[in-house]
T-cell receptor
């Protein structure tokens, strides 16, 4: 089975930096995704990590440690439009989990002026 | 902008109705998915089609019936639904059904069963 944990809610101030953590336990692992979802909208892809280390993409960065079953999403220079739910999702490797993406519960981020 | 298009965006149906949700992608992706999302919950996988064949059915009740007419289209046929089936239904696609390929979501179809 799988277990994916992330904080339920976080708040931050406009212009600041926030880190959203995700821990996972899985029987098979082939990468970790971060998605952003605004209320009433579909999830949009932010990042994908399959090897250990940091992936940077503009204001957003994502880190993975496979040995620790740990990832984080770092958002810099926060803007009001970054208020959304951030979903950590694990991709399974092979077998009957072929093509399966399992999501954590999501972290609702609220950015204040 | 998403290149996965879903119709209708909103659907209200009675428990005895038969309706269908439609999804289309033109990215040349060979895997397509249906996810269900309840309010304040993460998306939950329902079905995976890979190369137009059903590869995963997550024990979904038979009142939901998927269909993949070709590699660009995915339908979800609905019959005799229950009020608890009301949710956002998300279609998605990826290059192949192999794990590790980025999954891109459509904007979803909001379904209300009355």
């Amino acid at each position: 089975g799988q277990n994916i944990d992330q904080p339920t809610e976080m708040t931050a101030t406009e212009g600041a930096i926030v880190q959203i953590n995700c821990t996972y336990q899985t029987s098979g692992f082939n990468g970790l995704f971060w998605y952003q979802q605004h209320a009433g909208e579909a999830p949009t892809f932010l990042s994908y990590n399959v090897l250990d280390g940091l992936e940077e993409k503009g204001r957003f960065s994502s880190f993975l440690s496979r040995s620790k079953g740990y990832s984080y999403l770092l958002l810099k220079e926060l803007q009001m439009k970054d208020s959304a739910s951030y979903l950590c999702a694990v991709s399974n490797a092979g077998g009957t989990s072929y093509g399966k993406l399992t999501f954590g519960q999501g972290t609702i981020l609220t950015v204040h002026p | 902008d998403t290149e996965v298009t879903q119709t209708p965006k909103h659907l209200v149906m009675g428990m005895t109705n038969k309706k269908s949700l439609k999804c289309e992608q033109h990215m040349g992706h060979r895997a397509m998915y249906w996810y269900k999302q309840k309010a304040k919950k993460p998306p939950e996988l329902m079905f995976v089609y890979s190369y137009e064949k059903l590869s995963i059915n997550e024990s979904v009740p038979s009142r939901f019936s998927p269909e993949c007419p070709n590699s660009s289209l995915l339908n979800l046929h609905l019959h005799a639904l229950q009020p608890e089936d009301s949710a956002l239904y998300l279609c998605a696609s990826s290059q192949e059904g192999q794990s590790g390929n980025t999954i891109y979501f459509g904007e979803g179809s909001w379904l209300t069963v009355v």
